[in-house]
Every structure is written in structure tokens, then in C-alpha cells.
């Protein structure tokens, strides 16, 4: 396998073990992330963090609009604004 301490390796597509230079040998099989049909784990990096400010977002737009809602009823800042010169332009 690679990295290997022979100067060409040996490359067997279909082994089921691999063994190093102190002859740790280790079985050959598909990683999580390649079985969860990601090509690398950067693939799966940016997938992961894409969904990570995918999700924050989506929860800052659901607190914003259950603010809204929740808080419908008040009159906000600009409406108090306006009545205040109302009333001063009836005086």
C-alpha cells in the first residue's frame, strides 16, 4: 500500500488486508464517509458546514418571525411616532 518503504509499491485493488513495515496489518475496507457516498472527507467537510449555516440560519428566520408574531399586537416605534404628531396637529 501506499505510503510503502519499497520504492515501487505494491497496489492490489482487491486485497482485504494491508500491511505496513512493522507489520501491522490492517483489514482494507470502505471509511464511513466513503460509504456514505462522499469522495473525501473535505467533500464531506463542506457539506457538513454548508448544513451547519444552513440550519443557524433557518433558526434565526424562525425566531425572527415568531417574534414578529408574537409581538403583532404592539404598536411599534414608527406607529407611536405618528400618533404622537397627530395629536400635536389636532391641538
Known amino acids: 500500500g ?3 518503504v519499497f520504492d515501487v509499491p505494491l497496489i492490489c485493488e482487491d486485497c482485504t488486508m494491508c500491511c505496513n513495515s512493522r507489520s501491522e496489518c490492517y483489514p482494507t ?3 464511513n464517509i466513503q460509504k456514505s457516498n462522499f469522495s473525501s472527507y473535505k467533500e464531506f467537510s463542506w457539506v ?3 448544513s451547519v449555516i444552513g ?3 433557518t433558526i434565526c428566520l424562525a425566531s425572527y418571525t ?3 408574531y ?3 399586537s404592539e404598536p ?3 406607529n407611536l411616532q405618528r400618533r404622537k404628531s397627530m395629536k400635536r396637529r389636532a391641538k
Request: proline share 5%; no cysteine.
Open 2 to 4: 501506499v505510503p510503502s
Open 48 to 50: 457538513f458546514f454548508v
Open 76 to 78: 411599534n416605534q414608527t
Open 55 to 57: 440550519f443557524a440560519i
Open 29 to 31: 475496507e470502505e471509511t
Open 70 to 72: 408574537k409581538h403583532r
Open 66 to 68: 415568531l417574534d414578529k
